[in-house]
């Protein structure tokens, strides 16, 4: 079983930065992917980045050159730093990693840029 715990949400103005973190604790062999995706209020979950163990990243189009996901192995823990926040972004930030073909989702974490 893997347990994820999120921190590093908050409030922040429009221009803004913030950094999520996602540890992993549990017995499990190593972790594959790792991921972070949001929900809007009223809308779909989406991907925003995504590591794989290469590692190789990928990000959402409307991310791309403010956010980076990271990964730290040692600790099973994936970093997702914001910087150039917009209103848009405010949304509840969700990590995923997979182990094996398994998901597991992490609890969420509220960001909210004011503009």
């Known amino acids: 079983q893997v347990q994820l715990v999120e921190s590093g949400g908050g409030l922040v103005q429009a221009g803004g930065s913030l950094r999520l973190s996602c540890a992993a604790s549990?017995?499990?062999?190593?972790?594959?992917?790792m991921g972070w995706y949001r929900q809007a209020p009223g809308k779909q979950r989406e991907l925003v980045a995504t590591i794989t163990s290469g590692p190789t990243t990928t990000y959402a189009d409307s991310v791309k050159g403010r956010f980076t996901i990271s990964r730290d192995n040692a600790k099973n823990t994936v970093y997702l730093q914001m910087n150039s926040l917009k209103p848009e972004d405010t949304a509840v930030y969700y990590c995923k990693v997979v182990v094996v073909t398994s998901g597991y989702w992490g609890q969420g974490t509220q960001v909210t840029v004011s503009s």
């Open positions: 549990g017995k499990f062999p190593s972790i594959n992917a």
